[in-house]
Nanobody
Framework: QVQLVESGGGSVQSGGSLRLSCAFS????????MGWFRQAPGKEREGVAT???????MYTDPVKTRFTVSRDNARNLLYLQMNSLKPEDTAVYYC???????????????????????WGQGTQVTVSS
């Protein structure tokens, strides 16, 4: 059974930093993609960052230069380092993984939540001004 468990969320002031972690288990293969999404109240879930098995990364424009996605394969952890946080970054952040059963263009993975097969329960990030 695949499980993704996020941690590290919290409340910070504008300009602060947080590092989210995602502990994953039950995967019998290496996912082609792992990534982070977020959902603010009243808004659709949006892609934040993706990490391809090759190491290639992709970020949504609002977080470029501020967020960094990385992975520790030995510890089965996915990270999202978030710096220079802004109030508009406030959302529930979700870790996600693909099942490798299909392949799509790289840009599709950050823009289409429906392509992702496994999700964590989410962790709240609140940034105050």
């Amino acid at each position: 059974q695949v499980q993704l468990v996020e941690s590290g969320g919290g409340s910070v002031q504008s300009g602060g930093s947080l590092r989210l972690s995602c502990a994953f288990s039950g995967l019998t293969y290496t996912p082609r993609y792992m990534g982070w999404f977020r959902q603010a109240p009243g808004k659709e879930r949006e892609g934040v960052a993706t990490l391809h098995i090759s190491g290639d990364t992709m970020y949504t424009d609002p977080v470029k230069t501020r967020f960094t996605v990385s992975r520790d394969n030995a510890r089965n952890l996915l990270y999202l380092q978030m710096n220079s946080l802004k109030p508009e970054d406030t959302a529930v952040y979700y870790c996600a993984s693909t099942a490798n059963s299909e392949s799509y263009p790289p840009n599709d993975y950050i823009s289409r939540a429906a392509l992702w097969n496994y999700w964590g329960q989410g962790t709240q990030v609140t940034v105050s001004s």
